[in-house]
């Protein structure tokens, strides 16, 4: 939920006041023998990189309409965003879900299935009950270690479509105003992000088709890496565990009561 204030003159006066205090701050500073360094300057703008902004964009915004604003607005999404606390981890819950929904169906269905023997039968069970729990884990394991450079992904593209480097400071500069008015009403602080700042109406970058974007570019980190763990990379490295598992003890305990 959005709070939105009457400030007719803001971005106004807020530029006033920054421009008039940065040149009376700088205004007896000598620079005569100061040494000057410069850095490298990236361009913000490139030919080269002007296809994958485009495509990047166009991606966000497919996410940000075609799944981001269904699955944040559902009743379900609602409800985990209230136990949890944590609207983000919506899209791994649900994909859980999802995968436990799947699973269960190839499993019940390889137990009945008829044609199969028994001990192949157990054997599937176990490769697909096993891909499942590895898949869950390391997706969340994954999706969990990545969170500090996605950030830092994400910040650069922010940066990037407002152009403004002092972009990071000015969310700071937000979160302490916002964390003075949580107190005045006797409100537990929240640590407010990039999406909460561009859906403000108060603030000079007020931006809610960027915060659909910045949304959809987390949807997208966690889209990718459930669906390459569960997809390629768990069922290629536990089949050869369902092996082994299904060798030492199902046909090791079947031979035996044969004997």
């Given at each position: ?94 994909q859980v879900l999802g995968s436990v929904i799947i699973s269960g169906m190839y ?86 992000g990039l999406v909460d700042y561009f859906n403000d109406k108060h603030e000079v ?17 966690k889209l990718l890496v459930f669906g390459t763990v569960y997809r390629f990379l ?26």
């Amino acid at each position: 939920m959005n709070v939105t204030f009457q400030t007719n003159n803001l971005n106004a006066q807020y530029n006033y006041r920054n421009n008039n205090n940065n040149t009376k701050k700088y205004a007896n500073v000598s620079y005569n023998n100061a040494p000057s360094f410069k850095g490298i300057e990236v361009p913000t703008k490139s030919s080269l990189l002007s296809p994958f902004n485009k495509g990047m964009d166009k991606l966000t915004d497919a996410i940000a309409k075609n799944y981001t604003e269904k699955l944040y607005t559902s009743r379900f999404a609602k409800y985990l965003a209230d136990k949890t606390e944590k609207l983000s981890s919506v899209v791994d819950h649900m994909q859980v879900l999802g995968s436990v929904i799947i699973s269960g169906m190839y499993m019940t269905q390889t137990l009945r299935n008829q044609q199969l023997d028994e001990e192949r039968k157990k054997t599937l069970a176990i490769n697909q009950g096993l891909t499942f729990a590895v898949s869950t884990l390391g997706s969340y394991l994954i999706d969990g270690g990545l969170n500090k450079k996605w950030t830092d992904l994400t910040n650069k593209y922010a940066i990037d479509r407002t152009q403004d480097k002092d972009l990071l400071n000015k969310l700071t500069e937000y979160n302490e105003k916002m964390k003075g008015i949580d107190e005045k009403f006797n409100k537990k602080f929240k640590k407010r992000g990039l999406v909460d700042y561009f859906n403000d109406k108060h603030e000079v970058h007020y931006d809610p088709k960027l915060a659909k974007k910045i949304i959809g570019m987390g949807v997208l980190k966690k889209l990718l890496v459930f669906g390459t763990v569960y997809r390629f990379l768990a069922p290629v490295a536990v089949t050869p565990l369902a092996t082994w598992i299904s060798n030492e003890f199902l046909h090791k305990e079947g031979n035996s009561k044969k004997a």
